[in-house]
């Protein structure tokens, strides 16, 4: 049995449908119970948890013989990183608690470095606490996701605009949520390991340019990317929900990515995704169009 943390969000439900396509046995981990059902119409078990709780998240995880373990962007909370920081210690203490199960824990490119990468700083800290588990952990380090750019969907549609606060022109790494999911399930199959951090690159980088066209040849118009300036992101972002000590965490990570300071660390293994945005798009146009 496959324990699976925020198996309603991106990466989680892409975790949890692969192992259910492999016909390994899955314990949904949500904390909404409604968002259980469709799991077990799929035949998996379903715990509900919050990752404020401990105890729950204890009773999840015991008896797995592995566990997806994810932290949630909680971009609109008015204090990110430390809401994130109360879930990481109950995540450990949890896992402990349950008897130390083999972990594949999502972090992200940019996760060595301590400070200065905002939101990743909390990627930082969670792999920090782990860094003595008892038991096999794997610290599946992400690139960027390719599925950010659904948001550029409706405005390329309607109005021929791919709108980046990511400079056009800078090339980084980018992977799909459904080739993470896969990339963790492979890990979560072969956890002899005890420690070991896993880089997930990509086999080409893209820029927002680069998406932009893949996007403007799949819809068959021409695409401006629109790169609004510096001083207008902290309302774009709050206007998208994000709290003030979000929008400037996720501000601080973009300002990186656009001087070429985010990438990854080369210490340890490394995986290569291949799905690129053409790819990526081309699944979700089809699945928009049936
Ligand atoms: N975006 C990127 O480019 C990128 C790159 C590398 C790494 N990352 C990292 O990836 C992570 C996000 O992964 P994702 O996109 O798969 O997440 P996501 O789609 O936002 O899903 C978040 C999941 O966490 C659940 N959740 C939220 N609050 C919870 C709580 N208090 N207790 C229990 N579950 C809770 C959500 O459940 P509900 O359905 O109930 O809301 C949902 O299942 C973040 O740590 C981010 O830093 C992101």
New binding site residues.
Partial sequence: MYAV????????SAVAQTLLKLGKPVRAV???PQ?GAGFRNQGADVAV????DPNALATALTGVDGAYV?????LEAQDPNGTKRA?IGAIRSAAEQAGAPPLVV????GAHHPSGTG??V??HELEQALHDYPGSVSFLR????LD?WIDALEPATEKGVFPSLMAPGIRIDMAS?AEIGRTAVQLLLDTHVHHRVVELRSANRYSAQDVALDLARLLGKHLEVVYPPRSEWNDILTGAGLSQLGAAQMAELIDNINAGRIGFSGEGEYRTASEGPAAMFGRLLEAKAT
């Fill in positions: 943390i925020g198996a309603s969000g991106n990466t989680g949500v904390r909404r968002a948890a919050d990752l404020a994810m932290t949630p962007p909680l879930f999502l972090s992200s490119m939101p990743v909390s990627l992400a690139p960027y996701f950010n949520t």
